[in-house]
């Protein structure tokens, strides 16, 4: 079974602090995403990497930034946290199927509040 | 306008009904099709690939109209614990490895 891992579940932290959420898969996955969930806007693509040290902007990169460091690992950071950034982060892995196809595996999320 | 668009519903439907998502993307060269499940407070699950003939995976079945820009999910004999979000998923043309989710749509089935 793939398994996707995320540092927190929940997670409080105050305007302005530097935020780092972590994630790790077991599966050797070449490509890892983050994504912000938020009601009526569905999830939406922050960052994604295809390698080691590659990183590439998704739709909403804005105030974000990632670390791929480690095949297993894909880290985002947040440099100054806001209010705005209060959301569900969730981050994901994929595996080729076939024919093209991508299937992506995600983590159980993290809850971020910024007050 | 979205890339991916969904009836956010929700849809209430007591168990054993049929029940119908529509979903349409607005990029014509978009390659591949998806619809993932996602329970409350859960992570998305791939619940099954669209292909351009149509798919079946036991209650579930798939349609994709190319022509139309649109994708269906039908589920049949509703059960209880088919109550979830569907999102309707969608690859951009150019990258297989990224996806574009629909906000989703909310599915409650009804004792």
């Known amino acids: 079974d793939v398994k996707v891992t995320q540092s927190s579940r929940y997670l409080v932290k105050r305007t302005g602090e530097k935020v780092f959420l972590e994630c790790v898969q077991d599966?050797?996955?070449?490509?890892m995403f983050w994504y912000r969930q938020d009601p009526g806007l569905g999830l939406r693509l922050i960052y994604f990497?295809?390698?080691?040290?590659?990183?590439e902007k998704g739709d909403i990169p804005e105030g974000y930034s990632v670390s791929r460091e480690k095949k297993e690992r894909f880290s985002l950071i947040l440099e100054s946290a806001s209010t705005n950034q209060t959301s569900m982060y969730l981050c994901?892995?994929?595996?080729?199927?076939?024919?093209?196809?991508?299937?992506?595996?995600f983590g159980p999320g993290t809850r971020l509040t910024v007050t | 306008r979205k890339e991916v668009e969904q009836d956010p519903g929700p849809f209430n439907v007591p168990e054993g009904a049929t029940v119908a998502f529509n979903c349409t993307y607005s990029?014509?060269?978009?390659?591949?099709f998806f619809w993932y499940r996602q329970d409350c407070r859960k992570e998305p699950k791939l619940l099954m690939s669209v292909y351009s003939s149509g798919n079946e995976d036991g209650r579930f079945t798939a349609q994709l109209n190319r022509a139309s820009q649109y994708i269906s999910l039908l589920i049949r004999d509703s059960k209880l614990s088919d109550s979830a979000t569907y999102l309707c998923v969608v690859t951009p043309s150019g990258s297989a490895r990224q996806l574009t989710f629909g906000s989703g749509t909310q599915l409650t089935v009804l004792p």
């Open positions: 990029n014509s060269a978009s390659q591949s």
């Open positions: 599966m050797d996955h070449e490509n």
């Open positions: 994901a892995s994929s595996l080729y199927l076939r024919e093209g196809r991508y299937e992506q595996y």
């Open positions: 990497s295809y390698d080691v040290k590659m990183k």
